[in-house]
């Protein structure tokens, strides 16, 4: 009867709350990871962006024969990365419209 409700038992339930709580903490880890990344990636990812030019002051400005408009981000920011070595007085933003807001909003800028 010793045996039975001192060593036996408790043993019992030791594992049991040993292993449930092992699987509540992988459990909560997992559902986090989850979460983080559903809200992570992007949802509406643009369909085209723009190049925006800015001058020493600010002001938005316009260089004569360089491409302002692309489909694909890569590209985009390995135009901007171009134009900032050949045109280093000025800074580029680069800005897609989203359907949810009025403004275009800015991605990259150097």
């Not at 045996?3 to 036996?8: A, E, H, R, S």
Request: hydrophobic share 45%.
């Amino acid at each position: 009867m010793a045996v039975l409700f001192g060593q036996t038992i408790p043993a019992t339930f030791m594992t049991f709350f040993k292993y449930a709580g092992e699987t509540i903490i992988l459990a909560t880890v997992f559902l986090f990871a989850l979460t983080w990344f559903l809200k992570a990636r992007p949802h509406n990812r643009p369909k085209n962006y723009s190049v925006v030019v800015f001058d020493v002051y600010g002001q938005i400005s316009k260089i004569q024969d360089i491409r302002t408009e692309f489909k694909t981000h890569d590209v985009a920011w390995s135009f901007m990365k171009q134009y900032k070595k050949e045109y280093p007085l000025y800074n580029f933003a680069m800005v897609s419209k989203l359907s949810k807001t009025d403004k275009p909003t800015i991605f990259r800028y150097i």
